[in-house]
């Protein structure tokens, strides 16, 4: 079928505002809803509806980094139209922290070229923060000049939390940028709490008369990884986003039903209930948005929000409540001309079949069939960008970790040394810090593979030449080493192996291709190549999904158990998520944000 353009559509339609579902028709105009007229009785009427179904909102994702897809804007709108998403809300903050207001205006060029409802957010923590190197630096004016875009609907998540806390001048200076312009700020908090979390989300400054002045902070979190944690910040005001990505997967913790009973029976959070309404008080699912924040491709290409609108059901949220949550709240909240079938919102809508099988049977952008029965009418885009790599070829001795000799060890040239080592959790970016004893030869670490306990390194991109070496467990890769030039939230190149020989192989694959994900071992070098700021692919999600598949069953045949390897493996490096962490200037400390030793004696 060839996409067609709708002037007037019969259909049964969701009102999210009053939550009934009846027959009208819709008239469009160049794109927007211009009347609803219902349809009071099909039959005496003599009308026939365009469609078997219900005509739904479309829906939108209020918080994607879309590089985390490995796809340009363009060619992520291709593959998410089946799945009935019309609209986003994109953090550029990756190639932000690549190219800066260039990698920006990159996103929102590629995005102008398709049928796509693409929003972004000026990305607010750029370098995330001072303790990494990054490829650009963005202050509250250049964070002024991408507020002046009409494409730009909000501050970035704000990620650096302790410099909001503390009154940091140059994130409160990009605060206020925010309330100049009367836009919503995206918070970043996880685990915060208490003080600290009622100080991150109501800013107070003092001005030269030592009055106290309120600025607005950050109103959404997408960060909770616990029910009280996301009520605790529900309450302060914010609106709770619930993630449930490829590495993050949030939503059973926060729609746990043994929680909401809790909550529910708790007189002061709702007041009165009485036993008749209890039952439908439990289908509400009390937070705000469902979110995917970062999505795989290999995820991608199975579903995107409507996954998680079938998921929410089954943990019991009321499946129009569901559909609000990607909807009309995220339109609300962040002003958006859609999220509803209403006179003066975009003609955006997705159809579906019913609401127990939830199949997307077509999606509607601006009026415009752009897929039906998961076939999207999207062409592929093909765009180019510059190099983004600077660094010099590097050896096995790189990725050595050496310690010095002392009196007590000299006669002996094995012995152990007590380590740090970062722990990773399956479908978590948290990780644990733990300490284990590992042999040291000839002055070197050694990795224990037996334990788990892996040689891990970020090698910095930008022309300094940083690399630093730590340890790793949670991978039980068992030979070679994998490596990204996606590494939150600087993207230098992280690496793990069980050699420091095929880690210095895999950087110098990536950094010869211009960025990707790498796996060598043995004699094998494989690599899926990220050419655009080295986060993202020129080609659509077929071939990417297709290469990544390839990539991951290796790396599963070599004994890693995750379930996203290389996704797990980017946030690595990011320093703003508890606990320990690895930049390319040392292994970092988030709980105490500060850098610690790698060993914990003097050896």
């Known amino acids: 079928m ?351 079949d019913n609401f127990d099988d939830f199949n997307i049977k077509k999606t509607i952008i601006n009026g415009e069939i752009v897929a039906e029965d998961g076939v999207s009418f999207i062409k592929s885009q093909k765009p180019s960008f510059k190099n983004t790599f600077v660094l010099n070829e590097k050896n096995s001795d790189d990725f050595n970790v050496h310690v010095n000799f002392n009196s007590n060890n000299s006669n002996n040239p094995i012995f152990y040394i007590n380590t740090k080592v970062i722990e990773v959790i399956d479908g978590e970016i948290i990780t644990k810090k733990i300490d284990k004893d590992l042999k040291v030869e000839e002055g070197i670490i050694k990795e224990n593979i037996e334990d788990d306990i892996l040689k891990l390194a970020v090698v910095e991109r930008y022309g300094n030449n940083n690399i630093s070496n730590a340890f790793i467990k949670g991978f039980n890769l068992k030979n070679g080493a994998i490596a990204s030039s996606v590494a939150h939230d600087s993207h230098n190149i992280v690496v793990l192996g069980t050699e420091s020989e095929y880690m210095a192989k895999a950087v110098n694959l990536i950094s010869k291709n211009k960025g990707g994900l790498a796996i060598v071992y043995d004699d094998v070098e494989k690599i899926l190549k990220l050419p655009i700021a080295g986060l993202m692919s020129d080609e659509d999600i077929g071939s990417v999904s297709k290469e990544l598949y390839e990539i991951n069953k290796i790396i599963k045949t070599l004994g890693c158990t995750l379930e996203s390897p290389f996704m797990t493996l980017s946030f690595v490096s990011l320093l703003v998520i508890p606990s320990l962490r690895l930049s390319d200037k040392g292994l970092f400390d988030v709980d105490e944000f500060s850098f610690v030793d790698l060993t914990n004696t003097n050896n």
């Open 2 to 352: 060839n996409p067609k353009k709708f002037n007037s559509i019969k259909a049964n339609i969701l009102d999210v505002f009053t939550n009934e579902i009846y027959p009208s028709e819709i008239s469009i105009e160049d794109g927007y809803i211009v009347s609803v007229n219902p349809i009071s009785n099909l039959e005496n009427d003599g009308v026939e509806l365009d469609f078997d179904g219900i005509l739904v909102p479309g829906f939108i994702d209020a918080h994607i980094h879309i590089e985390s897809s490995l796809l340009t804007p363009s060619n992520f709108a291709k593959a998410v139209v089946p799945f009935g998403t019309t609209s986003v809300i994109a953090d550029p903050h990756e190639i932000a922290n690549v190219a800066g207001i260039e990698g920006v205006e990159f996103m929102i060029d590629d995005a102008s070229k398709v049928p796509f409802d693409f929003y972004f957010s000026a990305p607010s923590c750029v370098p995330a923060t001072n303790f990494e190197t990054s490829g650009a630096c963005l202050d509250s004016l250049a964070i002024e000049e991408l507020l002046k875009m009409d494409e730009v609907v909000s501050l970035g998540e704000v990620m650096n939390f302790v410099g909001v806390i503390n009154n940091d001048k140059d994130v409160i200076d990009k605060l206020k940028v925010a309330k100049k312009y009367n836009i919503p700020i995206d918070g970043h908090a996880p685990l915060l709490s208490g003080a600290d979390l009622e100080k991150y989300v109501n800013v107070f400054l003092y001005d030269d008369f030592d009055n106290k002045n309120l600025i607005q902070g950050p109103s959404t979190d997408h960060e909770s990884i616990s029910f009280d944690e996301a009520i605790e910040k529900k309450k302060l005001g914010m609106k709770i986003m619930v993630r449930e990505g490829s590495s993050a997967k949030n939503m059973e913790a926060l729609f746990n039903i043994k929680d909401r009973i809790g909550l529910c029976s708790n007189q002061d959070f709702f007041g009165a209930v009485s036993v008749d309404d209890f039952g439908e008080i439990l289908k509400n699912p009390i937070f705000d948005f469902l979110v995917t924040d970062d999505k795989e491709p290999n995820d991608l290409k199975d579903g995107h929000l409507n996954v998680l609108i079938k998921k929410a059901i089954f943990l019991g949220i009321d499946h129009i409540e569901a559909i609000k949550m990607v909807t009309i709240n995220p339109a609300k909240h962040y002003n958006l001309n859609s999220g509803a079938i209403e006179v003066g919102r975009k003609a955006n809508f997705c159809l579906i």
